[in-house]
């Protein structure tokens, strides 16, 4: 076996190479071979620090196969710096500091630099991120993090701010049919020898199915490669791709970015009154394998947060989904979340109760706690009563306005509102009541005063 890939290598590890995975195999070699990325397109920030030789230490994020362990090896290759790979989940600190006092120790000799690569460096504690900050600011080390994770929230502000960040994208569907194309053409490192005659439908199959990871399309070809023999052309169609397949496996991490990127996309399509957007995004989290109760306990806030007594039937409707799913369970209980999505998409929408109690939580919080005024205050003893407790208190249904006219906020917050109800839906309804119940107080105030 000879070519650019192998020339480096021993026999044993070029037998190693050969029989690596497909996506291992079709790793990218150079810049020019990277697909997707603008960072390192002609005039990308990277490829342009590359040429000047002025890489500084960097986090990549993006989610998987977009390639940053592969711009972290050719970043290396290019500056001409040792490459050490590192994964934070197999490896301890203790390794990784041994490492970079080695560097500290060997770049004052003419030894090149280090490239200090650590996959999936979010799941370093906060204190052991603490640890690269020394190196990354002597230049020691070139830092290399790579993390699937938002940085602002998984990684020490300290080392975030002494790293450029680059920000890498799913591929999109023509970008990963191109990968896959040339891994069906390329007979020294791809499946160029097999013959592979790969239908339209089930190249845009297999293209879906990778949701722009490239690595899971290239793992998905060879799968699916392997499943057909023969010594001529092997015909693949959509129906043997999908059988191989079995079934989707969305990009999610129910504890991670993408997790509350979902709910937000269902929580905003269903403040948009938009039900179609909002039962995909429902059926996406669902398929994904998101906890159907944890689904059902957001519609339940939702119905509260936004649409509120715009809709008062909102509420029931949610909480009779949840119930239905905990007796139902899956697949019929997820009809149940369905239809209360559906609602609560297309019910009028009001913030009002939320806002308002918002409001007066701070007021709680925030001004002097009043004291309650003596009307509503509890009469249950004699002193009490000698003390003005229930001293002007009317009994509302004992009157012919069905009001007493009394002051029921404490003296420093009197005349001030909380509650406005908006004129969508039942609120409006409700806006006129609280306007007459307004009016009636203040007439009823009016007549005891004369």
């Not at 890489?55 to 362990?69: F, Q």
């Not at 934070?88 to 500091?97: D, E, H, L, N, Y």
């Not at 697949?331 to 209360?340: D, N, S, V, Y």
């Amino acid at each position: 076996m000879s070519g650019p890939l192998f020339e480096h290598l021993e026999p044993r590890e070029a037998e190693r190479a050969v029989s690596a995975p497909l996506a291992d195999r079709m790793r990218p070699r150079s810049v020019d071979e990277v697909v997707g990325q603008e960072v390192v397109d002609e005039g990308g920030y990277l490829r342009r620090a590359m040429a000047e030789d002025r890489v500084p230490s960097l986090i990549l994020w993006g989610p998987p196969g977009t390639g940053k362990t592969t711009i972290a090896r050719i970043l290396a290759q290019e500056i001409t710096c040792r490459f050490v790979p590192f994964s934070a989940v197999t490896s301890g600190i203790k390794q990784v500091k041994e490492v970079m006092a080695a560097a500290a120790l060997s770049r004052g000799s003419g030894v090149k630099r280090t490239l200090l690569f650590v996959d999936e460096i979010h799941r370093f504690n906060r204190a052991q991120q603490d640890a690269f900050l020394p190196y990354v600011e002597s230049g020691d080390i070139l830092l290399i993090g790579a993390t699937t994770e938002n940085p602002s929230f998984h990684i020490n502000s300290a080392l975030l701010s002494r790293c450029r960040l680059v920000v890498l994208r799913p591929l999109t569907e023509a970008e990963i049919e191109r990968v896959v194309t040339q891994a069906l053409e390329d007979e020294e490192r791809g499946l160029g020898s097999l013959q592979i005659e790969l239908e339209d439908d089930a190249l845009a199959t297999l293209v879906q199915l990778a949701s722009g990871d490239a690595r899971r399309a290239l793992n998905l070809l060879e799968l699916v490669a392997h499943d057909v023999a023969g010594d001529g052309v092997r015909r693949i169609d959509a129906t043997r791709v999908s059988g191989v397949v079995q079934r989707k496996v969305l990009l999610y991490d129910k504890s991670g970015e993408e997790h509350f990127n979902l709910i937000s996309a269902l929580h905003k399509s269903l403040r948009e009154s938009d039900p179609d957007a909002a039962l995909y995004w429902l059926a996406r989290m669902l398929t994904a394998g998101e906890a159907p109760l944890y689904i059902a306990r957001r519609l339940v806030r939702f119905a509260t947060e936004d649409v509120g007594l715009a809709d008062p039937m909102a509420l029931p409707q949610t909480l009779a989904a949840w119930d239905a799913y905990h007796r139902l369970g899956s697949p019929e209980g997820e009809l149940a979340l369905a239809q209360a999505t559906l609602y609560l998409s297309m019910a009028p929408k009001s913030n009002s109760v939320y806002t308002a109690f918002g409001q007066v939580r701070r007021v709680v919080e925030e001004e002097p706690a009043g004291p309650v005024p003596a009307a509503l205050r509890n009469a249950s003893t004699e002193l009490m009563k000698e003390l003005g407790y229930g001293e002007g208190y009317v009994y509302a249904h004992s009157v012919e306005e069905g009001v007493g006219g009394i002051e029921c906020l404490p003296e420093n917050l009197v005349g001030r509102r909380f509650y406005r109800p908006q004129e969508r839906g039942f609120e409006l309804e409700l806006s006129q009541r609280l306007e007459g119940f307004r009016a009636l107080r203040e007439r009823v105030r009016r007549q005891d005063s004369e």
